[in-house]
């Protein structure tokens, strides 16, 4: 009683069919596909993780100075 046999999905299978046609099935099907493959590849530019996360955003420097991204309070002497 809790699995169901292939008869049970080819019907439910048939009434989607019929409900919603093949064109309409095959249309959601290409636009499922196509954010799949464009997630892949979003995930391939942004690095994929083979990489540290540190050692894709190099430190900027400026005339040999290096640029601290971290604000320090100044004292006033």
Not at 33 to 61: N, R, S
Request: glycine letters at 16%.
């Amino acid at each position: 009683m809790g699995s169901f046999s292939i008869w049970h999905w080819l019907i439910v299978l048939v009434i989607v069919m019929l409900v919603f046609g093949t064109k309409k099935l095959r249309n959601v099907g290409q636009d499922l596909g196509g954010a799949v493959k464009g997630f892949k590849d979003g995930m391939k530019e942004a690095g994929g993780g083979d990489k540290p996360a540190d050692a894709a955003q190099p430190t900027q420097q400026v005339g040999g100075q290096t640029i601290d991204v971290e604000v320090q309070e100044k004292t006033k002497s």
